[in-house]
C-alpha cells in the first residue's frame, strides 16, 4: 500500500518528563513513522507523520485522546500551513475572514519565502499577489523563493532595476514553467499597448504569477481580486498600514 503523510497537533497541559516518550510509543507500536517533529507555539506540538493505513491514524488519534496530559487539536492530511508550522515552529498569521490573505513582518522572510517556495513548486496556473510597502523586501523574497523552488524567474514590470516595462519576451522566458513577476503600478500606470498585451498574455498562461501592489492592479485593469488564488501582504511591522497614496505619484511623475 502506499504511504501517506498525517499532521498531528496536540496541546499539552502537563509537560510532565517521559510525555513525548509515550506518544513516541504509541506510535511505533502502531508502526506510524515520525517525519518531523517542532514545537508550534508555546505549549503545542507538531508532527509531521508517515503511514500506509489510515485505520492506525483512527486508532492512534482514540488512543491519545485517553491521555490526561494532552489534548489532540488537530489530525488531518497536512496543509502547506501544516508542514511549514512543524518547520519553523509557527503558524502564518492568516486573515480570519479572508482565507487567502496571509500575514508576513520583515522578520519572519525566512518564512515567508519558504512559503513562496513552496507554492512556485506546484504546477498550472496560480496568481499572487504582494503588498508591501517600498523597501520591505517584496520583490527580493519573490525572487528567494524562485531560487528555492528551483524555478526561473522572468521581470515583466519591475522598479528592482529602476522601472522595468518588458514589451516583449524572448522564446525561453515565455516558458510557463518560469515565476513571471509584475508590478501592478508599473504595469498599469506606466503601461503602453505593447505591454499591456504582453500582461494579457501572460495572465492568460498556465504559469505562476506574482503581482506586487495587486490593490492597485485591479483598480487600474480588467481584472479582479477573484482571479488570485492567494494575497501576501509583507509589513516592517505588525501595526504599519499599507497605503500607496505616499508613493504611487512617484511611478508617474516622468510621464
Same mark, same amino acid.
Not at 92 to 95: A, E, G, H, T
Given at each position: 500500500?502506499?504511504s501517506?503523510?498525517?499532521?498531528?497537533?496536540y496541546k499539552?497541559? +502537563? @509537560? #510532565?518528563?517521559?510525555l513525548? *516518550?509515550?506518544?513516541?510509543?504509541?506510535? *511505533?507500536?502502531?508502526?506510524? /513513522?515520525?517525519l518531523?517533529?517542532n514545537?508550534? =507555539?508555546?505549549?503545542? +506540538? $507538531?508532527?509531521?507523520l508517515?503511514?500506509d493505513?489510515?485505520?492506525?491514524i %483512527?486508532?492512534?488519534?482514540?488512543m491519545l485522546?485517553k491521555?490526561? /496530559?494532552?489534548?489532540v487539536?488537530?489530525l488531518r492530511?497536512?496543509?502547506l500551513?501544516?508542514?511549514?508550522?512543524?518547520?519553523?515552529?509557527?503558524y502564518?498569521? #492568516?486573515?480570519s475572514?479572508? +482565507?487567502?490573505?496571509? #500575514?508576513f513582518?520583515?522578520d519572519e522572510?525566512?518564512?515567508?519565502?519558504?512559503f513562496?517556495?513552496e507554492? !512556485?513548486? +506546484?504546477?498550472g @496556473?496560480?496568481?499572487? $499577489?504582494?503588498r508591501?510597502?517600498p523597501?520591505v $523586501?517584496k520583490?527580493e523574497?519573490?525572487?528567494?523563493?524562485?531560487?528555492c523552488?528551483m524555478? #526561473?524567474?522572468?521581470?515583466?514590470s519591475s522598479?528592482l532595476?529602476r &522601472?522595468t516595462?518588458?514589451s &516583449?519576451l524572448? =522564446?525561453? =522566458?515565455? /516558458?510557463? @514553467?518560469n515565476?513571471f %513577476?509584475i508590478?501592478?503600478?508599473?504595469s498599469?500606470?506606466?503601461?503602453?499597448?505593447r505591454?499591456?498585451?504582453?500582461? &494579457?498574455?501572460?495572465?492568460?498562461m498556465?504559469?505562476?504569477?506574482?503581482i506586487e501592489?495587486p490593490?492597485?492592479f485591479v483598480r487600474?485593469s480588467?481584472?479582479?481580486y477573484?482571479? !488570485?488564488d %492567494?494575497?501576501?501582504?509583507?509589513? /516592517?511591522?505588525p501595526?504599519e498600514?499599507i497605503v500607496y497614496?505616499t !508613493?504611487?505619484?512617484?511611478?508617474?511623475?516622468d510621464?
Open positions: 500500500m502506499e501517506n503523510q498525517w499532521y498531528m497537533e499539552i497541559h +502537563r @509537560n #510532565r518528563p517521559g513525548l *516518550g509515550d506518544i513516541a510509543s504509541v506510535l *511505533g507500536m502502531l508502526e506510524v /513513522n515520525i518531523t517533529i514545537g508550534v =507555539e508555546g505549549q503545542t +506540538r $507538531g508532527m509531521l508517515e503511514t493505513d489510515e485505520e492506525k %483512527i486508532l492512534m488519534g482514540k485522546n491521555m490526561k /496530559n494532552i489534548t487539536t488537530a492530511p497536512p496543509k500551513v501544516d508542514i511549514l508550522a512543524v518547520r519553523h515552529g509557527r502564518i498569521d #492568516r486573515d475572514d479572508d +482565507r487567502k490573505t496571509f #500575514r513582518t520583515r522572510l525566512g518564512l515567508l519565502v519558504d513562496l517556495g507554492l !512556485f513548486k +506546484r504546477e @496556473n496560480q496568481v499572487i $499577489g504582494l508591501g510597502m523597501r $523586501g520583490t523574497s519573490i525572487i528567494a523563493g524562485s531560487v523552488a524555478k #526561473r524567474w522572468t521581470f515583466v522598479t532595476l &522601472q516595462i518588458r &516583449q524572448s =522564446e525561453d =522566458e515565455m /516558458n510557463s @514553467n515565476v %513577476i508590478d501592478g503600478i508599473v498599469t500606470i506606466r503601461s503602453n499597448e505591454h499591456y498585451q504582453l500582461l &494579457q498574455d501572460i495572465m492568460g498556465g504559469s505562476t504569477k506574482v501592489h490593490d492597485i487600474e480588467e481584472y479582479s477573484d482571479d !488570485f %492567494i494575497i501576501i501582504e509583507l509589513r /516592517n511591522n501595526e498600514e497614496d !508613493f504611487t505619484g512617484s511611478y508617474s511623475d510621464l
